[in-house]
């Protein structure tokens, strides 16, 4: 294998994913899932004006390497102009074009333990030197978190808010009060994938342009299209003009970015699905309670369940689950590996998991 | 700005993009192109098949992370294994992977000046240092790239086979044969994304499994899916594996995926695509023998034009041809900017090229 020379630090890589994909555990079970309900995917799906705009984009031209009207749109919505949004392959791959633009070997980033894995993932992949603080009250907790960037002179400071996985949330306002603490020299990577299922009042209440903080959204959860990846970035435009020096400029799916917009012009369809959303977390809620569980409060298009015990058993009840055909993920870092975390399903996947819930946890406990 | 702090790397980097964009340029135009010939599209599009999976998907799912049912037809469709196959977001995306495992700041790498600019984009994106060959004969040159890479222990030398912007090609066999000069510690990145519009005998005559080598194809040309961003690599496993350190695992789009697979299936509709390319290339050549101009031989799914003179002529030829409502584009270094570069098009996109042409050749002269 001598043409095959590494760099020391892809050489030092282990070769672990985030997450392993529910395809991969239909393969190793030999059959398909009955409920996918543990990637927090929106099984509602997207518009049908989305749908409609990605079946009838010319599929044999390159995307718009700007995503110019996409942008516009985005930027109309927000109030705001094209420059401070930054359009890319999903979060996720916004989130390694940043970490690339700022973490080298030995550059400090500080996250949550137990938050969002694929984040790590891409520290760890540019040699960066990554520091947990723990969840305060199942919370990522800007406090702890601000002081730990202070400590350790971190570039990149994590939060996702709403949670994932606790489905815990800041209102907009304290997030902008805790703001005070932010260190010099650290960028608040503000993660607001799951913001459009929280409350009103949980978008960061300052200007989109604040030169301390870059936030993400996304069209994969409320708006049901994850599996085009488009997410997107907003921030000062001298922090997002620096996305273009390392972007893979035609790397966006030309007919995602039209549903993408589709999607984001028919907020009347997302309002419905923000309704079905809710109806769907009250009914897991109803369902953990039923089972003598504990949900807890969630901003998120899913609802996390105290099993009541320790991780242990969380994971036996998961595993349970799983072999009865229920695709469901939990956390993995105590405390808050005693939870499973259930995705928003339509109410066919909520009777099969209502269904399969008693003897999951009955098998759980002889275990 | 003190919170934006890139790493000395991105501090440095410009904010240059590998190519403008159509839509760019229509933006600045003010009005559409009449044909979009500039960027090697397929106008002919993807299989019906395959436009009717991608319609069918169901967008609210992730992607399968380990493009598992793909590289299955993938592997089955080479004679090899899905472990030597990698699937990612266009081949310029696996570059970027590929680039970024193997080049470090300072590490060499060696393409043709002139020859694919997203891959210098890579390398200078990771602070490896490139060095640049001369064509031979419009050709990219093994022996010279070799040689190039030997000199300066390259850890990667890039090679398009059949090559753009020129259209030339080598066969397989002498390409095999070059080989025998790579150096040790030197992988041959053998971009393949016009093979499948080559004569055949084209592609490597190698085993896919040698370890001297990684080779890139896409569903962007033949296959006629470029905005939905599918490429492929082969090679050694222990090659393969280490993108699984590095990559974007949840990067592809669901419906691409789909699409792709479906495209595969129907090698009829592939080749009746393949038909319309030749056609479309003698219609090409056919216009500028007409015009007075040398058409290259090509094997790739566009037509370069030798406009007679040196490069400031051929870049007035292209403005004039862009000003008359043609997308084209041409080589950016002597002597092959003598040159402009049409991609195959429909029979009405040629006629409108064949109508602009003699306008902009006159205009070009008199300028």
């Known amino acids: 294998m001598t043409h095959i020379r590494l760099t020391p630090l892809a050489q030092s890589l282990p070769a672990t994913v985030p997450f392993v994909g529910p395809e991969t555990q239909e393969r190793s079970r030999g059959r398909p899932f009955a409920a996918r309900l543990g990637a927090n995917e929106n099984v509602f ?207 966006m799916n030309r007919a995602a970015q039209a549903g993408a917009e589709a999607a984001l012009a028919d907020q009347s369809y997302l309002s419905q699905v923000l309704e079905k959303i809710a109806h769907s977390q009250n009914q897991i809620a109803q369902i953990a309670i039923d089972n003598g569980l504990s949900p807890l409060p969630s901003a998120a298009n899913f609802v996390t369940i105290d099993c009541g015990a320790d991780g242990a058993f969380a994971k036996a009840v998961l595993d349970e689950l799983v072999a009865r055909g229920i695709f469901v993920r939990m956390p993995f870092v105590a405390p808050q590996n005693r939870c499973i975390r259930i995705s928003c399903g339509t109410p066919s996947d909520l009777a099969a998991f209502a269904a399969a819930l008693p003897g999951a946890l009955e098998a759980a406990k002889k275990g």
Chains 1, 2 share one sequence.
């Open 45 to 251: 799906g997207p518009s049908p004006r989305a749908i409609a705009a990605m079946a009838e984009t010319g599929h044999w031209m390159y995307g718009d390497p700007e995503s110019h009207t996409l942008r516009m749109a985005l930027a109309a919505h927000h109030g705001t102009t094209p420059d401070h949004i930054i359009v890319g392959e999903g979060i996720d791959g916004l989130l390694g074009y940043l970490v690339r633009l700022f973490v080298g070997p030995g550059d400090a980033v500080v996250t949550s333990d137990g938050a969002y894995p694929t984040f790590n993932y891409h520290v760890a992949g540019y040699g960066g030197t990554l520091h947990k603080v723990p969840y305060v009250d199942d919370h990522e907790d800007p406090a702890t978190l601000f002081a730990k960037a202070a400590e350790v002179d971190a570039k990149l400071v994590y939060l996702a808010n709403p949670d994932n996985p606790m489905g815990s949330w800041h209102t907009g306002a304290d997030l902008a009060a805790a703001m005070a603490s932010l260190p010099e020299g650290t960028l608040l990577v503000l993660d607001e994938a799951y913001v459009d299922t929280a409350p009103d009042g949980t978008a960061l209440r300052l200007p989109l342009d604040d030169p301390r903080i870059i936030r993400f959204r996304t069209f994969s959860k409320a708006y049901g299209m994850a599996g085009a990846r488009v997410g997107y970035g907003m921030g000062h435009p001298d922090l997002i003009s620096a996305f273009h020096k390392v972007r893979n400029h035609f790397g």
